[in-house]
């Protein structure tokens, strides 16, 4: 028995943010709409490629999504390259970020928000 990695995270959101949360995740990270089963609620799978890293799903109107809740869970890191053309990006769509350095390595990173709240980093390797 043993994992073999991450295969993708869900975000859960009302309507509107649902809509936001969407956009970003496909016009700023880049990420692509693709098949989704036909679950009961409505939703996204968005695509790096051939896989369906990001799950958006639409929460139900009694159901209670919490904000500003203290958590464990910093961010979650995407690899990427053209560091340049995100930085762009981002700052064209107003959004602010950081840069950071992996010490002792080539790597280079941007931390963000997405309109969820969801810490989100770029990790760029040798190719920045």
């Not at 064209?92 to 810490?119: C, H, K, L, W």
């Amino acid at each position: 028995m043993k994992v073999r990695g991450i295969d993708h995270f869900n975000v859960r959101a009302s309507s509107g943010l649902l809509e936001q949360t969407r956009q970003f995740y496909c016009d700023v990270i880049g990420l692509v709409v693709g098949d989704r089963p036909p679950f009961e609620e409505f939703g996204y799978w968005l695509y790096a490629g051939e896989q369906a890293v990001v799950h958006l799903s639409l929460a139900g109107e009694d159901e209670e999504l919490a904000r500003d809740v203290p958590t464990t869970l910093n961010h979650v890191a995407f690899a990427c390259q053209g560091r340049a053309g995100f930085e762009q990006r981002l700052a064209d769509a107003g959004i602010r970020f950081r840069t950071a350095e992996v010490p002792a390595t080539s790597v280079s990173q941007i931390f963000t928000e997405d309109p969820a709240g969801n810490g989100i980093e770029l990790s760029f390797g040798e190719e920045a």
